[in-house]
């Protein structure tokens, strides 16, 4: 069983940054493989990033390619995947989720496991 948090979200204008964190508890986090999703109002969840349970395979969809960066710690007392997030569009605007699944990344949302809460990101153009 893992447990996820997500935080960082937040109002930020067009052409700026926001890091996301997501700090997972439970056993065996370093098993899992991480993924960002997220949620625009009247839309479906899509695939954002998604990193491998060592961190060494790294996935983005094609509309964030060059512009999110995700990484992973997976020290015993951090537990946290991240999401830094670059030149910011209006079409960013979303609730960002964070979700895990046994050691591959996945694209889908059907593959994941465990899903925190969501975080809030605005992008003003």
């Known amino acids: 069983q893992v447990q996820l948090v997500e935080s960082g979200g937040g109002l930020v204008q067009a052409g700026g940054s926001l890091r996301l964190s997501c700090a997972a508890s439970?056993?065996?986090?370093?098993?899992?493989?991480m993924g960002w999703f997220r949620q625009a109002p009247g839309k479906e969840r899509e695939f954002v990033a998604a990193?491998?349970?060592?961190?060494?395979?790294?996935?983005?969809a094609d509309s964030v390619k060059g512009r999110f960066t995700i990484s992973r710690d997976n020290a015993k007392n951090t537990n946290t995947v991240y999401l830094q997030m670059n030149s910011l569009k209006p079409e960013d605007t979303a609730v960002y989720y964070c979700?895990?699944?046994?050691?591959?990344?996945?694209?889908?949302?059907?593959?994941?496991?465990?899903w925190g809460q969501g975080t809030q990101v605005t992008v003003s153009s």
């Open positions: 439970g056993r065996s986090f370093g098993s899992y493989a």
């Open positions: 979700a895990a699944r046994p050691i591959t990344i996945r694209t889908m949302v059907k593959d994941y496991d465990y």
């Open positions: 990193i491998s349970w060592s961190g060494g395979s790294t996935d983005y």
